[in-house]
């Protein structure tokens, strides 16, 4: 009797180290890193933007928005549920100062289960956007919104429960650029416009 009793508990003791070992990779699968490689198109580019808030940052960020505005106050109940938002944005003067194999190592990351792409835009323009849905059943867990142009590549990756919709409210807070309704482009604002 002792002896079943030890052979069932080791056997449960089994399950559970062969669930938890199946379910570290699927966690893993849904993180999605910016490259390394993209860090040195910095070194080409007109104008680079990095940003990297984390739960913490993105809390404290949101102390300075206006508690009057309520565009402000909006995003400021967007952000308390996301885990992070990172984003990678590229200028650059000329043509070809970045190619499809910097992409590669971002999209290898999404052509995952737990990814779904969404959006695909391509232009014969060369001005080309994908949007990646990160679901947990009925829940999105995450976003990333990839806008390439000939002179401009912008990686943004929105890492907590989102929808797009509320994608394009939080464009021009936090260093999160402004992005259509439909999360299909980055809409570029005026240069000489103060935000």
């Known amino acids: 009797m002792k002896a079943a009793i030890e052979g069932k508990a080791m056997k449960n003791i089994f399950y559970w180290v062969m669930a938890a070992s ?3 990779p699927v966690f893993a699968l849904e993180d999605v890193k910016m490259p390394v490689n993209l860090e ?9 933007v990095d940003v990297t808030l984390d739960a913490s940052m993105l809390q404290f960020a949101s102390k300075f928005l206006s508690k009057d505005d309520p565009d402000e106050v909006q995003v400021k109940k967007l952000v308390s549920k996301l885990k992070g938002v990172y984003v990678r944005s590229f200028e ?10 910097d992409l590669e190592s971002v999209r290898a990351q ?4 737990a990814w779904s792409r969404i959006v695909g835009v391509k232009s014969t323009k060369g001005e080309n956007s994908e ?3 990160l679901k947990h059943g009925d829940e999105i867990g995450g976003l990333v919104v990839i806008a390439a142009e000939p002179k401009e590549l912008t990686i943004v990756h929105i890492d907590g429960p989102i929808n797009p919709e509320e994608l394009s409210e939080l464009g021009g807070h936090m260093g999160i650029p402004k992005i259509s309704k439909d999360g299909s482009k980055v809409v570029k604002s005026p240069k000489n416009k103060e935000e």
């Not at 650059?92 to 194999?101: I, L, P, R, V």
């Not at 999404?110 to 289960?113: G, V």
């Open 22 to 24: 199946l379910a570290v």
């Open 40 to 48: 040195r198109l910095a070194a080409h580019a007109t104008e680079s």
């Open 92 to 101: 650059f003067d000329k043509e070809g100062q970045y190619s499809a194999s």
């Open 110 to 113: 999404l052509k995952t289960p």
């Open 131 to 133: 949007v990646y849905l």
